[in-house]
């Protein structure tokens, strides 16, 4: 692409090193925003700097937070014994949204996999052991994605705490509502029927 | 969604603001700037503020530019007598980037779309047909989308250049190089046949 203009070609490398996004839709980007009032411009380039400088990690369970500790850890209304694992802030988001759960999370960062060179020291498994110790938690709850490597993470830290006296948990897997039957992968099915559930928890309350 | 931080919500609001792209994936580019260098992200954020603030418009032919004439009306190997009318900014960068145009251009801004509520009076035509009078063109060469407004704007701009010695064209329309003559639609391919060519014209130079 030749650019009439450095200033737009440098706007749209920077669009187009976002992932996902091409130098057209980049292009298409900039030229939307050239459109747009000054002032609005300015909030978006701002808002961006900003959360890059100012955005830090909740110390004791690594989410995204404006303070040193996140808004759900300081929540005095939520529990504080029970914990729900995940692997990233993005997953937070999802639980959070469904308002079904109160208690606390802790944010992995990832999860176990020794092809993409993460191991469990890459993980911040460590202070999560710290956590149980500390918090008085009686509960993990584990909600992993359903892969080999989730799996994996799972045991390794079940190892970890064998020995308290922590009831371990996973969100239930089985076949999504809406989902239809036949086109449900066998092992999810096959699962889904050793760990059928009775019909009274089957329906939402 | 429910977000941990303010900050983060207003960054992705901001990058949700922009055309196809929802919510989720702003999230997702979001937490991919909060992963790179802080100096990156400057970099991206200032990038786009001076974009919006110092891009100018060509007075000659409101193409992008960082000057008040663009690069391509102040180069003097380009000839002054042909100009390429194109609708936006996208289009003189796709035309440019077959190097085969070696005139100059000037943008619409548009094409006559009287449902869409864009007369004459809202794209730049009236600068055309200054420039017409005083810079010596002899060759018009119309390339804009192959719709009815497009063709609208063609017929209009041509009866307003009734009577001048203008040369006046449009690119070729046509079966597309590596087109499929069976998926072809009617009207393309009824006018290709109509407008068919000499061979020696066909071939690629």
């Known amino acids: 692409m030749q650019f ?11 669009f187009s090193r976002l992932p996902g996004i ?12 050239l459109k747009q009032e000054a002032s609005d411009v300015k909030a978006f380039s701002e808002a ?3 959360a890059r400088t100012d955005i830090r990690f909740c110390r004791h369970c690594h989410n ?3 303070t040193d500790t996140c ?9 504080p014994d029970i914990v729900c694992v995940v692997e990233n802030i993005r997953d937070v988001i999802a639980i959070e949204s ?11 960062g990832g999860v176990i996999s020794p092809l993409d060179g993460i191991g469990p020291e890459q993980l911040r498994i460590e202070t999560l052991l710290q956590r149980i110790h500390t918090e008085g938690i009686e509960e993990i709850v584990f909600a992993l994605s359903p892969t080999i490597q989730g799996d994996t993470t799972i045991y390794y830290i079940q190892k970890q705490l064998a020995g308290t006296h922590l009831r371990i948990t996973t969100i239930a897997r089985g076949i999504a509502f809406g989902g239809e039957l036949e086109y449900a992968d066998e092992l999810t099915l096959a699962r889904s029927l050793q760990n059928r559930m009775p019909v009274d928890a089957y329906v939402m309350r």
């Open 71 to 79: 808004a759900i850890c300081s929540n005095p209304s939520r529990r």
């Open 4 to 14: 009439p203009s450095e200033l737009l070609e440098s706007a749209v490398n920077a």
């Open 98 to 108: 469904t308002q079904q759960f109160n208690g606390r999370y802790h944010v992995l």
């Open 22 to 33: 091409g130098r057209k839709t980049a292009l298409r980007l900039v030229l939307h925003l």
């Open 48 to 50: 961006i700097a900003r």
């Open 64 to 66: 995204i937070s404006d």
